[in-house]
């Protein structure tokens, strides 16, 4: 089993940057692919995108192609996500997540097995 938590999120201009953190505790992080996903008010849980265990592999939701940035540090236990060129849509609570290798190309949040709590992003307009 592993352990998440997100930091990081906060209050951000439209056109602004931010960078998530999720910190992994527990059983051996670089045996996990990690994702990252979001949920805005009333909305279903959205997949932002995935990093391979390794880190080699990565791959990205179609809103967020070209603006956010996924990567991992397994020697920290800790997984980034950077966001450029924030929009007012962009705005949700963001969830880090982890599995076993192999799921990071899988978009359907309820085939994740391992969540964090989530941190609050609002990017005002």
């Known amino acids: 089993q592993v352990e998440l938590v997100e930091s990081g999120g906060g209050l951000v201009q439209a056109g602004g940057s931010l960078t998530l953190s999720c910190s992994a505790s527990?059983?051996?992080?670089?045996?996990?692919?990690m994702g990252w996903f979001r949920q805005a008010p009333g909305k279903e849980r959205e997949f932002v995108g995935g990093?391979?265990?390794?880190?080699?592999?990565?791959m990205y939701g179609d809103g967020v192609k070209g603006r956010f940035t996924i990567s991992r540090l397994n020697f920290k236990n800790t997984g980034y996500l950077q966001m450029n060129n924030l929009r007012p849509e962009d705005t949700a609570v963001y969830f880090c997540?982890?599995?076993?290798?192999?799921?990071?190309?899988?978009?359907?949040?309820?085939?994740?097995?391992?969540w964090g709590q989530g941190t609050l992003v609002t990017v005002s307009s």
């Open positions: 997540a982890a599995d076993h290798a192999g799921i990071y190309t899988v978009k359907t949040s309820s085939l994740w097995q391992y």
């Open positions: 527990g059983r051996d992080f670089s045996a996990y692919d």
């Open positions: 990093i391979s265990r390794t880190g080699f592999n990565t």
